[in-house]
């Protein structure tokens, strides 16, 4: 079983603070993983994408990936209460093109 | 440009009842997903298709749930008959290219069956 594993949360913390999502996967091969964002009742909306080990920054929001660790994660800078949702991470495994989803960890910005 | 489209947005009907749910997806992306999302189970992989061909459908729960894409622009997840605990999100999603591509999701149908 592939397993893609999230802390559900809620994760709290006051806006202008650094959130921290945290994901680990459990696939060796896997290649591809993804943050979405989901808002209550909405569909999954793309994040950030990244295939390499390493940092990806992209405005508010960065992806860090370490492959040896099998573990992924998404920071936002100075969060603001807009960014309260479900974070869902995702990783295509080395078998195919589908997209093995965590339960999302939910994410409250305080004002 | 026009994302990945689903019909209907809400769907209610009583248990027995054959289900149809309809997705567009994006024009070009060649992948196109069908996804289903409970609070127990999260989101789970129902089937995929690329080019139109059926690659993996090992997540359809049974025989009852079926799926088709007659061409590019249009494919159809069935359930005959529904069950209650069929009640659940129905996402589409497509992309294009190889696996590194983002997927991009449809608004979801929310299905009740009574």
């Known amino acids: 079983q592939k397993e893609v594993e999230q802390n559900s949360g809620p994760l709290s913390v006051p806006e202008g603070a650094i959130a921290s999502l945290n994901c680990t996967y459990s696939?060796?091969?896997?290649?591809?993983f993804f943050w979405y964002r989901q808002y209550s009742g909405k569909s999954p909306e793309l994040i950030m994408f990244?295939?390499?080990?390493g940092d990806k920054e992209d405005g508010r929001f960065t992806a860090q990936l370490n492959k040896a660790s099998q573990y992924v994660s998404l920071l936002i800078r100075d969060s603001q209460p807009s960014d309260s949702a479900t974070y869902l991470c995702?990783?295509?495994?080395?078998?195919?093109?589908?997209?093995?989803f965590g339960k999302g960890t939910s994410l409250l910005v305080t004002p | 440009d026009a994302g990945v489209i689903q019909s209907p947005r809400h769907e209610v009907t009583e248990m027995g009842q054959e289900v149809t749910l309809r997705c567009k997806p994006i024009?070009?992306?060649?992948?196109l997903f069908w996804y289903r999302q409970t609070m127990m189970r999260g989101l789970e992989l129902l089937i995929y298709?690329?080019?139109?061909?059926?690659?993996?459908d090992s997540g359809m729960p049974e025989d009852r749930f079926s799926a088709k894409m007659p061409n590019a622009s249009f494919s159809t997840l069935k359930i005959q008959p529904s069950e209650p605990r069929d009640s659940a999100v129905y996402f589409c999603?497509?992309?294009?290219?190889?696996?590194?591509?983002?997927?991009?999701f449809g608004d979801g149908t929310r299905l009740s069956i009574l």
């Open positions: 995702a990783v295509i495994s080395s078998s195919g093109y589908a997209l093995n």
């Open positions: 696939d060796r091969g896997s290649q591809s």
């Open positions: 298709f690329n080019n139109n061909v059926p690659i993996d």
């Open positions: 024009s070009g992306h060649d992948y």
């Open positions: 990244i295939y390499s080990n």
């Open positions: 999603a497509s992309s294009q290219g190889n696996s590194n591509q983002p997927q991009h």
